[in-house]
Every structure is written in structure tokens, then in C-alpha cells.
């Protein structure tokens, strides 16, 4: 068994936020408060309210100003007035490391993306250093967005170094994360299945986990369907072991062969456990697989501009909203911000059901969807599908992971009046003016408070895009023709044009 890489050097100047001071006692004074009741599932606004975090959960939220006398004695008083407080966003399938991919796969589809960006076509090219480096910039920006949890589906598993580096550079944003170790056979990279087990056995007994308040083990595995049993017995089994945070699979069915069903999960003796499932995309999802995630209270994250952008879909995703969780996934090719990804969904799933009666020559009386579940899709149901239900709340007792939206000066909220619609309908990450995790700001009159420490990144992390960039301008794109590796035919779509005649709208990409 190797040893335990030693933290890159950047790693070692960011610590973990190492200058900051504990939380300590924070008085939120005067804002709008998009509060939860756990009881009746409900939101509560509480207008000019006033929101206590001792440490790092919130302690109290009063519709009037508390008597100093009965707060915790050097409690830090920031004024919002104006302003409003919501939960943190969570985001529950995002791959971290792809960052400095950016902007060089606008275009792709899923069957040249795992072709050309995927973890297997990656494996060859990235150090632990690219992984770190992407990885951290990453986290910075789910950050400055408001994504305060993220289920990272770590599959940058390439080797002991490389895996240690993405977990290191989770530990050192500040995020909190769910860091799911991905296990999976590799041929383009000499890390064996056995190797990957020890040194996931490893990382779960290291100081780095045990030392770390925010960073939390999970497991990735996307072969539940056609790989050895012995093999998924043995994960699952090194799952409950640890009693890992979450598990997670791919389950992208129908012709791209992902076969990661609930059904085919559940016969490995998972889904009863302790242990949040997750289930990204659930492409293709059947209704008895549907049931079995409402039997077992397992939940899909869907990724509405992933499944869009790639084209494997989410028709079924529209009828289990209920246990289901919003994510990111591929944050180099599109937005990282799960307020987008709420919004999408919102008007996506209001299309679909208006299109149901609208094509029977009827017209809708009645919206599908409000932004209320929408908001709580990015919220509260982020919690729930990692069963973390003080996650993704502003209740007494959760954890204090907020965000503070500038609806006093910014142009887009003005006049402003229901602060559900004002954040879901008309914000953008611009107006995000504080974001806390654990009661500690991460980000801070708009500016990320790793500031300092933010420029050694961007260095760093630009020295890798660059590099990494430059090999995937050389890289020649797979040739995708004939059946795909399930055997269904893969076939060209229609191109559209945006311009008058055959074939002349497409455009091209302008990569150096």
C-alpha cells in the first residue's frame, strides 16, 4: 500500500482558510428570510426579521430585533436590510476536476464526450497537480455562485496521487463536499480495480477526512449493471464499512447504455441502508424503478441543462419531482450554478405539461409548477436526497450555510415583493452579496474572502487550462459511427441554421 501523498504546495499556503477566525456568534439584521418549517415542509418568510448564528447553526430567527442583553456576548451584527437570506444551494452531481476544460466542449454530445473528455480519454493526460488545480478553481466558483454542498462524483481516481489531489483541494475550498471516490476499470492508465479498493480503504482511515468538517467520503461506481459480481459485492460492501455519505451512479439508460437502474442497486442491498443513494440523470427512468426510489426514499438529481446540452434527456424525470434533487454535472461546458439549473427546470417542466394540453387543442388554465418547488428542488431536497435534512434550510438547528442576495441595490430585484420569485425568477449570481458555510463567510461583500489567497490560484489553475487546452487541441475527435458499445446505431441529428439555405448556420468554434 502507497503512502499518502503529501498536500500540493498550493494546498499547503490556502490551508483551510487557514487566517479566518472560528465563526463565532453572527447577527443577520434586518433582511427578508426565506425560512423553512420542517413540519409542514413549508417556507416561511419572515419580513425585517433578524437571523442568530452561534458557531455553525443557526440559532435563532426573530421577526423583531433580539435584546443585545439575550445574544452570545461579541456577537458580529451585519446589517441587511433590504436585503434577502436564503439557504445555501446544493448541488448533488457535479464533476470538479473538468474545469480547465472550459469553454473547449460547447458543442459536444454525450457519445464525444466520453470519448474525448470523459474520465477514461482524461486518465492519460492530467497530473495530480491538474487535478488539484482545476479542481480548487472549481470549488471557487460553485462557491461565488451560491452552491454552498456539492456531491462530487470523483472520478479523477486515476492513481494515489491524483485521487488525493482532488480530495485535498475539496478540503481546502471551504465547501462542503461529499467527495465520492469513483471506482471503475481503467485500460488507459495502469491503476488497477484492487489498487483503487486499497486506496480507497486509505482515504477513509486518513487524517486528511478526520481533520476536515466539511469534506465527507462518498463512493462512485458506475458498473451495477455488467461488472463482476464480485466486484460490486465489494464495493457495496467497503460502502457500508464506512458508512460512506452517499453513493452515487450514472443512470443514463435507453441507447447509451448506463445501466444503473434502481432495480439493479437494489440487489446488492443498498438502497435500504443508512446510506443516500443518488442517481444522476435517471435517463430513461421506468416506472417500477420510480416506485422502488419512492419505497426505499432514494433520490435522482437532475441535471436539466447537462441533459439538454447532451441530448440524453429526462422525459421521465417530470412525473418523480418528489424525490428528486438538482445537480450541474459537466460545469466546463455550461453554467455551475444550480440557480440556473432550478430555472431551467422550473419553465422546462411548465413546458411539458402546458405542451400535454396545448397539442389536444385545449388551453391551460393552471401552472405545472411554481417557483416554490423549484426553490426547494435547489434547496431542501438537496438535503434530503444526501439525508441531511439540516442542509438546505434556514431553521433553528441547521447548518448555517447561506446566502444573502443584493435586492436592495441591484436593478434586477427592484421593486421586488415575494423573495421566492425575486431569487428564482430575476437573480443572477451577480446579486449574491455574502455566502456562509458552517456560519463562516466564504464569500463577503461580493468578493470571495480567499481573496488573498484566490490569485496563487487563478496562477495556477490558468498554467494548467493552458497546458491541458493545448492538448486537447491536438487531440483528434473520435470517429463515432456504427453501433455504440450497447449496440444501438449512433446518427447524426439535423444541424440547425440559423442563416437562410441548406447548412450554412451551424458555425464553428473558436478555440487557439
Known amino acids: 500500500m502507497r503512502t499518502q501523498p503529501l498536500l500540493p504546495a498550493a494546498a499547503a499556503s490556502l490551508g483551510f482558510f487557514a487566517g479566518q477566525a472560528a465563526a463565532g456568534s453572527k447577527l443577520f439584521a434586518g433582511g427578508t428570510i426565506v425560512a423553512f418549517d420542517s413540519g409542514s415542509e413549508s417556507i416561511r418568510v419572515v419580513r425585517d426579521g433578524h437571523l442568530l ?25 451585519i446589517d441587511v436590510t433590504g436585503q434577502i437570506l436564503t439557504p445555501g444551494f446544493i448541488d448533488t452531481h457535479r464533476h470538479g476536476w473538468q474545469t480547465a476544460y472550459k469553454t473547449i466542449g460547447s458543442n459536444t454530445t454525450l ?31 460553485s462557491l461565488n455562485a451560491g452552491v454552498t454542498t456539492s456531491l462530487d462524483h470523483a472520478h479523477h481516481t486515476w492513481s494515489n ?31 488497477p480495480v484492487a489498487e483503487q479498493l486499497a486506496n480507497l480503504r486509505e482515504i477513509a482511515q486518513s487524517a486528511a477526512l478526520a481533520e476536515s468538517s466539511r469534506t465527507e467520503l462518498g463512493v462512485a461506481f458506475d458498473f451495477f449493471s455488467g461488472a463482476d459480481t464480485k466486484l460490486i459485492e465489494e464495493v457495496v460492501a467497503l460502502a457500508k464499512e464506512f458508512n460512506v455519505s452517499a453513493v452515487t451512479t450514472h443512470s443514463v439508460n435507453g441507447p447509451f447504455g448506463f445501466y444503473n437502474v ?5 440487489q446488492y442491498g443498498l438502497l435500504n441502508t443508512s446510506i443516500p443513494v443518488i442517481f444522476s440523470h435517471a435517463s430513461f ?37 418528489d424525490q428528486a434533487a438538482l445537480g450541474v454535472d459537466t460545469h466546463f461546458t455550461f453554467s455551475t450554478d444550480i440557480l440556473t439549473q432550478a430555472r ?77 420569485a425575486a431569487v428564482m425568477l430575476h437573480a443572477s449570481v451577480a446579486e449574491i452579496l455574502h ?26 489553475f490558468l498554467e494548467t487550462a493552458s497546458r491541458i487546452q493545448g492538448i486537447w487541441k491536438d487531440l483528434p475527435y473520435p ?33 487557439e
Not at 262 to 266: E, G, N, R
Not at 306 to 318: C, Q
Open 161 to 191: 496521487e491524483t485521487a488525493y489531489a482532488g480530495l485535498n483541494a475539496s478540503i481546502a475550498s471551504g465547501a462542503r463536499i461529499v467527495w465520492a471516490y469513483t471506482v471503475h476499470p481503467l485500460e488507459t492508465v495502469d491503476f
Open 479 to 511: 470517429q463515432l459511427s456504427g453501433p455504440n458499445f450497447v449496440g444501438f446505431e449512433q446518427v447524426h441529428t439535423t444541424e440547425v441554421d440559423s442563416q437562410r439555405g441548406n447548412g450554412t448556420g451551424y458555425g464553428e468554434t473558436f478555440i
Open 285 to 321: 427512468l421506468a416506472a417500477v424503478d420510480a416506485q422502488l426510489l419512492r419505497q426505499t426514499n432514494q433520490f435522482i438529481s437532475i441535471t436539466p441543462e447537462s441533459e439538454m446540452h447532451y441530448g440524453h434527456t429526462h422525459e421521465e424525470s417530470y412525473y418523480i419531482n
Open 262 to 266: 434502481p432495480s439493479a442497486v437494489h
Open 53 to 77: 448564528v452561534t458557531d455553525d447553526r443557526i440559532a435563532g430567527i426573530f421577526e423583531s430585533a433580539p435584546d443585545n442583553s439575550s445574544l452570545p456576548a461579541h456577537t458580529e451584527r
Open 435 to 460: 455566502v456562509t458555510v458552517d456560519g463562516e463567510f466564504v464569500k463577503k461583500d461580493g468578493r470571495l474572502t480567499a481573496e488573498n489567497y484566490y490569485t496563487d490560484v487563478r496562477s495556477k
Open 111 to 141: 457519445a464525444e464526450y466520453v470519448g474525448r473528455y470523459g474520465e477514461f480519454a482524461s486518465a492519460p493526460h492530467w497530473t495530480a497537480e491538474d487535478v488539484y488545480n482545476s479542481q480548487l478553481a472549481g470549488l471557487y466558483e
Open 344 to 420: 431551467i427546470w422550473l419553465q422546462s417542466v411548465r413546458y411539458f405539461f402546458f405542451n400535454i394540453v396545448a397539442k389536444q387543442w385545449q388551453e391551460p388554465v393552471t401552472n405545472p409548477m411554481s417557483v416554490d418547488q423549484a426553490f426547494k428542488l435547489a434547496t431542501r431536497h438537496g438535503g434530503l436526497a444526501l439525508r441531511r435534512p439540516d442542509l438546505g434550510v434556514i431553521e433553528v438547528g441547521a447548518k448555517a450555510d447561506l446566502v444573502v442576495w443584493n435586492a436592495r441595490e441591484s436593478p434586477s430585484l427592484l421593486g421586488w415583493n415575494d423573495p421566492v
